[in-house]
Each structure stands twice: as C-alpha cells, then as structure tokens.
C-alpha cells in the first residue's frame, strides 16, 4: 500500500471518529436542553405557586417557665403551648432571647435548641450563648423558628448546656416576640 493510501486510510478513520464525537455531543446537548426545559418550567411553577409577600407581625407571648432562666449544668426540655392559635400560613416564630448579666465574676452560659414540637424536619434554631465577667449588660436578639401550621401548637426548648454563676441578676428570658407569614 502506497504512503497516499495510508495516510488516505488514517484520515478517513480520523473524520468517522470525529463524526461519532459530534454526533455524540449532538445527542447530549439534545438532552441538555430537554432537561433544563423541563427545569425551568418547573421553576416557573414554583414561583407562581408561591405568595409574593412575607408580612411580619409582632406580638408578646410570654412563657412563665421561661422568663428568667437561671439553669447551673442542667439540661431540661420545656415544651410550651401557643395560647391563641397562629394563622394557618405562618412560616416561622420569632424567638426573643434576653440575657441579664449583672455580675462582673460570673457566667451566664445557655445553649439551647428551639423548634416546633413535631416539626424537627422543617428546622431548628440553635441558640449559643457564653457571658463571662461582664459587669451590668443585657444581650439581646431574635431568632426564626420554622412553623408549619398542619402540626402542633407549641414550642420545644431544648437546654443542651447551662452555667450560671454570680447571683440571681444572671438570668435568660426567652419569649415568642412576632411571625412571620407568606
């Protein structure tokens, strides 16, 4: 076989194998475009079915137990009941966490899980607190809850940790202060 030949022979063995390759890509940039059609459409779908607002509403509901917390290495669990009824499309509670610290040599520590009772699957919200020699200070923030309306009607507080030392002015308060809904 002559050299034209072969190099004839390797050149068409070349375009086949380039061929395939862009047939190939062909097939998957069909297939490409087929899913991220039906993603979009889905997406779309989505968003259509979804409120367009978020309101938030403010509120004071305040639990006995859980007004001044003052817990050394215990861990309990306080569940507390709603007492009025949230509406059907609440999305989340808004948890006021309070810390009052009035001890410059003491500890003021608390850390505890908070969701609602029977909706661990939607989330929970992990509070982390550590306060120590600080003299006259309170702390304050707030916390989302994941709430789904089908479920239960109150709140689990779960203390993982706890350390307070320095008197009875080092304490937590925690408090359902708003909601959200969509």
Known sequence: MSDDKIRLAKLEALVEHLQTQVSDLTAAKVKTEAELKITQDMART?????SKTWTLKRTQIVFPNLEKIALHEQSPTYVERMPTPLPNNTRAVIVQVFCNFWNTDGHAYLN???????????????????????YANTFYYEVMVPWNGDLSDRLKFEVKSSYQTGGDRNWYRLRVVGYILA
């Not at 989505?46 to 979804?50: E, F, L, N, R, S």
């Open 112 to 134: 505890v899980d908070i969701h609602q009772d029977g909706n661990e699957e939607g989330g929970v919200a992990s509070v982390e607190n550590t306060h120590y020699k600080v």
């Open 46 to 50: 989505a968003v259509a079915g979804c």
